[in-house]
């Protein structure tokens, strides 16, 4: 399965993830609900990608919105109730400093909120910078799920055995994520809650200078298994600026996903369908990715993107 997230971040990088559904590989996404006007206007886009799967990802960490419901008491967000830094929040749910009942409200708020928008239930449920498997969250998010308020499908951030030594991207952060998602696992298991056996896609600059960023990814993954391909497509998004600082980098995914080298042809995926509930999941196979892109292609959308910059930026 192969999930766009941040949809609803800005209207722009919206418009980018539903360009990769309708011209690339990308068959799922994760849309923000805490984002005001951003998501919003988002969400109209969504009739003209009817057969995207949209999931809800859960924001505790700073995207320049405020919480839903949570207030400072709660340790989750600052005076004026904007989420935290990712570090300040993991270190507050580490020592035991996050309140777990205003943590549980949020995420009520926020799948509340979501049902509103697009009129029907998340198909699965992750978090923004995956916050969902931080300890405190993930036990609310977990609590939600038991109550039926959110769906039994979310992500791990546990990769192939072996990735983490063969693909040499972003080791620090990629270990981290592994402890994090094998940490939440457990959990997970526990509650018989389905999720992904294998996940990839952090990328760096040097990797979005390639002309398939996932290459070693993909050609790393195991024969068997549920894979989760995240991607973070978009166009140039100015309403991103202070806000996050993965802007540019999204152009060049978009460009990547959408280019000859990664097609629908080249990256097959076969349906299977867990005993529990019948969610729709895709295994990933790597075989037969192509080489021959047109890098004059590339860079002519990407350049067709920096001509949209503002000069502030």
């Known amino acids: 399965m192969i999930t766009a997230d941040d949809f609803g971040f800005g209207l722009a990088t919206s418009m980018g993830i539903i360009h990769a559904h309708l011209y690339g590989p990308v068959d799922r996404t994760s849309i923000m609900v805490v984002t005001g006007d951003h998501v919003k206007s988002s969400v109209q886009l969504l009739d003209g990608a009817p057969g995207l799967e949209l999931g809800l990802h859960l924001v505790f960490t700073d995207v320049g919105a405020c919480a839903l419901s949570a207030t400072s008491a709660s340790a989750l967000v600052d005076s004026q109730r904007r989420f935290l830094g990712i570090q300040n929040l993991y270190f507050r749910c580490m020592s035991g400093k996050v309140d777990s009942s205003a943590t549980f409200d949020e995420i009520c708020a926020q799948a509340e909120l979501f049902l509103r928008l697009i009129g029907r239930p ?48 972003c080791r620090t952060a990629r270990f981290v994520l592994n402890a994090l998602g094998q940490a939440a696992s457990v959990d997970f298991r526990r509650e018989r809650i389905d999720f992904n056996d294998h996940f990839f896609g952090v990328l760096n600059d040097y990797d979005l200078a390639e002309e398939n960023p996932w290459e070693q990814y993909l050609a790393a993954l195991p024969p068997d298994g549920i894979a989760e391909w995240m991607v973070h497509p978009g166009f140039y998004d100015e309403s991103l600026i202070g806000r996050d600082s993965y802007i540019h980098q999204r152009i060049l995914e978009l ?38 892109h047109r890098t004059n292609r590339r860079l002519a959308f990407v350049q067709r993107q920096e001509s949209n910059r503002s000069t502030t930026f």
């Open 122 to 169: 998340p198909t699965h449920v992750d978090g923004h910078h995956h916050a969902h498997q931080f300890p405190v969250i993930r036990q609310a998010m977990l609590r939600a799920i038991r109550e039926g308020i959110l769906p039994r499908v979310t992500r791990r951030t546990v990769e192939a055995p072996g990735m983490l030594k063969s693909v040499a991207s």
């Open 255 to 292: 460009a990547a996903l959408t280019g000859p080298s990664i097609t629908a042809q080249s990256v097959t995926a076969s349906a299977r369908c867990t005993p529990n509930h019948g969610a729709f999941f895709a295994r990933i196979n790597a075989t037969g990715i192509g080489h021959g």
